[in-house]
């Protein structure tokens, strides 16, 4: 299980300092569960030169190699810095900034031949789930970006779905509606490569998840953690979530050691 924290534009240096110390002097991480947090891109260089509980990851990444690209960041850049991990192809980042997939599949090859784990970020708006073609919006963007990449690197790919219509909208999406769409993408990961890198492959649920909602969510078979927003600013609600994933994960082991 892996619970990732992407603090998008939010906390002073400061205070991510403070939340890093909050964060690292409460218990050891449950068995079974990643921790990884994602800074404003200024804070990486001096977070990464301590050890912390988390795994540090970047928000983003320059599709470009070194050069003459004014406000870019490279993954080796990224790598020096002390990142593990970067989330590409967020929805916010797709919408916002003019990230399609041929931009979000050079990211993750950048992150990628750097050495890198990815979080890549998949998902549906309002509109696409509606007119009934949130599977084809979903399949279209892994296509692009991850289904091709040869199965030596897919240890460090992670996917997280994202169903932009019930981020912000008032809308909610079930637990129910999660599983079958992170069914779905594990099986177009068994159709490219094999049952092992499918199954190895963590996919993230990335659509409010919350304290109140993590047991329910994490216990469905094909949610291996979360990928939080707003829930991920508060030490002790993301602590939550991740205790949630830790829950989860001892469920599994019992299940399979009862089977």
Same mark, same amino acid.
């Given at each position: 299980m892996?619970v990732?924290?992407?603090?998008k &534009?939010?906390? &002073? !240096?400061n205070?991510?300092?403070? !939340?890093?110390?909050?964060?690292?002097? @409460?218990?050891?991480l449950p068995?079974?569960?990643e @921790? @990884?947090?994602?800074p404003?891109a200024p804070y990486?260089?001096?977070?990464g030169?301590t050890p912390?509980? !988390?795994?540090?990851?970047a928000?983003?990444? &320059?599709?470009?190699?070194p050069?003459?690209?004014?406000?870019?960041?490279?993954?080796?850049?990224?790598?020096?810095?002390g990142?593990?991990?970067?989330?590409v192809g967020?929805?916010?980042?797709?919408?916002?900034?003019?990230?399609?997939?041929?931009v979000?599949a050079?990211?993750?090859?950048?992150?990628?031949?750097?050495?890198?784990?990815v979080v890549?970020?998949?998902?549906?708006?309002?509109?696409?789930?509606?007119?009934?073609?949130? !599977?084809?919006?979903v399949?279209?963007? @892994?296509e692009s970006? =991850?289904?091709?990449l040869?199965?030596?690197?897919m240890?460090r790919?992670?996917?997280?779905?994202?169903?932009?219509?019930?981020?912000?909208?008032?809308?909610?999406?079930?637990?129910a509606?999660?599983q079958?769409?992170h069914a779905?993408i594990?099986?177009?990961?068994?159709?490219?490569?094999?049952?092992? =890198?499918?199954?190895a492959?963590p996919?993230?649920?990335?659509?409010s998840?919350?304290?109140?909602?993590?047991?329910?969510l994490?216990?469905?078979q094909?949610?291996?953690?979360?990928?939080?927003?707003?829930? &991920?600013?508060?030490?002790?609600m993301?602590?939550?979530i991740?205790?949630?994933?830790?829950?989860?994960h001892?469920?599994?082991?019992?299940?399979?050691?009862?089977?």
């Open positions: 892996l990732a924290g992407n603090w &534009s939010n906390k &002073s !240096f205070e991510a300092k403070e !939340f890093a110390n909050a964060l690292t002097s @409460m218990p050891p068995d079974g569960v @921790m @990884m947090i994602a404003p990486l260089a001096a977070l030169s912390w509980a !988390f795994r540090l990851g928000q983003n990444v &320059s599709a470009t190699g050069g003459a690209h004014t406000g870019e960041f490279t993954a080796d850049m990224l790598q020096g810095c990142v593990h991990d970067v989330i967020h929805s916010e980042r797709r919408e916002g900034y003019g990230d399609g997939d041929e979000v050079e990211k993750v090859n950048r992150v990628l031949e750097a050495g890198l784990r890549f970020c998949c998902g549906e708006s309002l509109q696409d789930r509606q007119s009934d073609v949130h !599977f084809d919006k399949l279209r963007q @892994m970006a =991850i289904l091709h040869p199965a030596e690197v240890d790919v992670v996917v997280a779905y994202e169903p932009i219509w019930a981020i912000g909208t008032g809308l909610t999406a079930t637990a509606q999660a079958e769409m779905a594990r099986g177009w990961l068994r159709e490219a490569h094999d049952e092992d =890198i499918a199954g492959v996919i993230l649920y990335g659509g998840c919350k304290p109140s909602n993590a047991d329910e994490f216990a469905c094909d949610v291996d953690g979360g990928l939080i927003g707003g829930a &991920s600013l508060d030490s002790v993301f602590r939550e991740v205790d949630a994933a830790g829950r989860a001892a469920a599994q082991v019992e299940a399979t050691s009862a089977a």
